[in-house]
């Protein structure tokens, strides 16, 4: 063999060069015609052939094993999506899974259990809105008191309702809703919707109440649900049990050159009580945003 970098002659097998120490490739043969292969050449270029290089192969057993390791996943993940206890039925479907004896036996104690206890009162603000300005606020009625009470007298359902809008834009608006402007007719009742509007923290409101006067008479009344006017006075009257709640002086019939025939009640904070007094239809000006009316629902 000959050094490729000092040309002097090497021995067969030779390392490294014995004179000037480069080293010796080692050279390969074709183990079948015994030709001398190239550096790096796979196939012999005398006889074509060559040693083939093993590469490591996958066994059956390993396939099998990983073939069933992706099923037991895709079974797990749909068992999951179909089946998970908490998700939302899809209309018209049974759940694959947690259904049978046990399941069914906790159903029917969840039922029984709604079925026995007492009802709460219901304090909520309504998720719909007429109108990006209106607010509306809904208790209804006492623990265990169900809508429906006919009687004039009494404590019903009322809806309270934050709006800019005229007197008579209330009184169509709480017919619309299916009740009417309240009619407060009895010192029970008015104690029940002023603790109701302190538990919503309304009291910079004021309200629009569902009495009014004619335009040539003095005397306050109640109207029904075809505004017209009905039952005793609630001015003028010392026997009747809103004689008090008045505010001094009121009802004055005219604020300087503007007409007041319509009924609404205010936090009156320099006597720190609720007081009725008598308003033009439009206030809009003069209280923007503490402005409400009050639907009451039998």
């Given at each position: 063999?000959?050094?490729?970098?000092c040309k002097h002659e090497v021995e067969e097998n030779a390392r490294f060069c014995g004179e000037c120490g480069a080293?010796?490739?080692?050279?390969?043969?074709?183990?079948?015609?015994?030709?001398?292969?190239?550096?790096?050449?796979?196939?012999?270029?005398?006889?074509?052939?060559?040693?083939?290089?093993?590469?490591?192969?996958?066994?059956?057993?390993?396939?099998?094993?990983?073939?069933?390791?992706?099923?037991?996943?895709?079974?797990?993940?749909?068992?999951?999506?179909?089946?998970?206890?908490?998700?939302?039925?899809?209309?018209?479907?049974?759940?694959?899974?947690?259904?049978?004896?046990?399941?069914?036996?906790?159903?029917?104690?969840?039922?029984?259990?709604?079925?026995?206890?007492?009802?709460?009162?219901?304090?909520?603000?309504?998720?719909?809105?007429?109108?990006?300005?209106?607010?509306?606020?809904?208790?209804?009625?006492?623990?265990?008191?169900?809508?429906?009470?006919?009687?004039?007298?009494?404590?019903?359902?009322?809806?309270?309702?934050?709006?800019?809008?005229?007197?008579?834009?209330?009184?169509?608006?709480?017919?619309?809703?299916?009740?009417?402007?309240?009619?407060?007719?009895?010192?029970?009742?008015?104690?029940?919707?002023?603790?109701?509007?302190?538990?919503?923290?309304?009291?910079?409101?004021?309200?629009?109440?569902?009495?009014?006067?004619?335009?040539?008479?003095?005397?306050?009344?109640?109207?029904?649900?075809?505004?017209?006017?009905?039952?005793?006075?609630?001015?003028?009257?010392?026997?009747?049990?809103?004689?008090?709640?008045?505010?001094?002086?009121?009802?004055?019939?005219?604020?300087?050159?503007?007409?007041?025939?319509?009924?609404?009640?205010?936090?009156?904070?320099?006597?720190?009580?609720?007081?009725?007094?008598?308003?033009?239809?439009?206030?809009?000006?003069?209280?923007?945003?503490?402005?409400?009316?009050?639907?009451?629902?039998?």
């Open positions: 063999m000959i050094c490729p970098n080293p010796i490739a080692q050279r390969k043969f074709c183990p079948e015609c015994g030709a001398a292969l190239k550096p790096g050449e796979m196939v012999c270029a005398n006889c074509r052939t060559g040693k083939k290089r093993k590469v490591p192969g996958i066994t059956a057993a390993v396939l099998l094993i990983v073939l069933l390791v992706l099923i037991a996943a895709a079974v797990f993940a749909g068992i999951r999506l179909i089946g998970k206890p908490g998700d939302e039925k899809t209309a018209g479907t049974e759940p694959v899974i947690g259904s049978g004896p046990a399941q069914e036996e906790t159903a029917q104690k969840e039922a029984e259990q709604e079925e026995t206890e007492e009802p709460e009162m219901l304090l909520e603000e309504e998720p719909e809105e007429a109108s990006s300005q209106e607010t509306r606020y809904v208790i209804h009625g006492e623990a265990g008191q169900k809508p429906g009470i006919i009687e004039e007298e009494g404590i019903h359902r009322y809806e309270y309702v934050v709006k800019d809008c005229t007197w008579e834009e209330a009184f169509e608006e709480a017919l619309a809703k299916g009740g009417y402007l309240v009619r407060i007719n009895s010192e029970e009742e008015y104690d029940f919707i002023l603790q109701e509007i302190e538990d919503l923290d309304l009291k910079k409101v004021h309200f629009y109440l569902g009495g009014r006067r004619d335009g040539d008479g003095f005397s306050y009344y109640w109207v029904d649900k075809n505004n017209e006017l009905y039952g005793e006075a609630l001015n003028g009257n010392d026997g009747i049990w809103c004689a008090d709640a008045w505010l001094d002086g009121e009802p004055s019939f005219r604020d300087g050159e503007v007409e007041e025939r319509y009924l609404n009640i205010f936090y009156y904070r320099a006597q720190d009580r609720w007081i009725w007094n008598d308003v033009s239809g439009e206030v809009i000006d003069i209280y923007s945003g503490m402005i409400g009316y009050i639907v009451e629902y039998e």
